[in-house]
């Protein structure tokens, strides 16, 4: 079982950004990690202790999790300390103007030994762009502090794909990240989502496909391995546990407004709203995910990493289609698994077999 815990608060909204975090909400921090603390209770009861289970991975998202004092995490991980497997991956984002020295240092003390700093660029004028807050000076610092206070896995979040883009660009920003002690780099092209300022400005996101193959050619190169569509690593220890998780539709546990969980076939939605969510954490929408559907999921996701997919969950003619596939070099298989050569294309080859 996974478990992921949501925060929902920022300093500043970023343009891109479509997560659920509100920037206006910061006097209801204490109530609102009390509450918390009351669903990450009561779903660790239901879900962990009933079903004799183990927690696999745990990663802190948001939103913003420096925004809180680390001190305000402790009672979270007196609860989860418990139930958590023998050096469990422990995960948390941070942006660099508030992962202070000190913040980090807590942050390890009580457990978190993975950081993922939400850098997005080195360049300035890029980062004003894209509603960034921090500087690229305040970056490079935070990932130095993380690293002298010796956490084991260090991410740094790229974005590409942005207006004014290049590969000479991109470069300068992949060699700054590979100047510094990281583990891993997550290098995401620019979503436009509703509900962002860059909503109704199509023109800031460049659509290159060839942009694409040559950033990850560079980082490749660069000695990081790329084994998601959006992820590389310096090596298998550093690639992230709580992603693969997701990857291989593994359960998890979803804790803070606007969180997702996903157990026994079904996913469950606490409230987006802060308000709401501090009057009753245990309200929540379900949803049940038909086999179908989890079979689409498992696919979809198995040809974007390189989790692959089993070969028992396809039928007759799907198998025609793989073996078509493997004709024309485009997925292999390997172990009982089907395993897709171009991330890229991923979500046509899943499609195409799933027709």
Partial sequence: MLLYIHIPFCDSKCFYCAFNSYTDRFHLKHEYMNALKKQLRNDIENYIIKDNKKIETVFIGGGTPSTIKAFEYEEVFEIIKP??????????????????????????????????????????????????????????KAIQNA????????????????????????????????????????AYSLTIEEGTKFFDRSSVKIDDEDLSYEIFDYINNKGFHQYEISNFAKNKVSESKHNYGYWQHKEYLGVGAGAVGYVKNQRYYPSKSIEEYIENPLINEREDISLDDIKTEKILL??????????????????????????????????????????????????????
């Fill in 83 to 140: 139930h958590l497997e023998k050096d469990a991956e422990i995960t948390t984002e941070a942006n660099p103007n508030s992962a202070s020295f000190d913040w980090l240092k807590g942050m390890n003390d009580l457990g978190v030994n993975r950081v993922s700093f939400g850098v997005q660029s080195f360049n300035a004028e890029k980062l004003k762009f894209l509603g960034r807050a921090h500087s690229s000076n305040s970056a490079i």
């Fill in 302 to 355: 198995g040809f974007r990493s390189l989790n692959g997919v089993e070969l028992s969950l396809f039928d007759t003619n799907e198998m025609e289609k793989i073996n078509e596939l493997i004709k024309y070099d485009k997925i292999y298989i390997q172990n009982d698994r089907v395993f897709n050569k171009n991330f890229l294309l991923s979500d046509e080859l899943a499609l195409y077999i799933l027709d």
């Fill in 147 to 186: 690293s002298s206070i010796g956490f084991k896995g260090i991410n740094c979040d790229i974005i590409y794909g942005v207006q004014n883009d290049t590969l000479e660009s991109m470069k300068l920003d992949f060699d700054t990240a590979f100047s510094l002690p990281i583990t891993h780099l997550s």
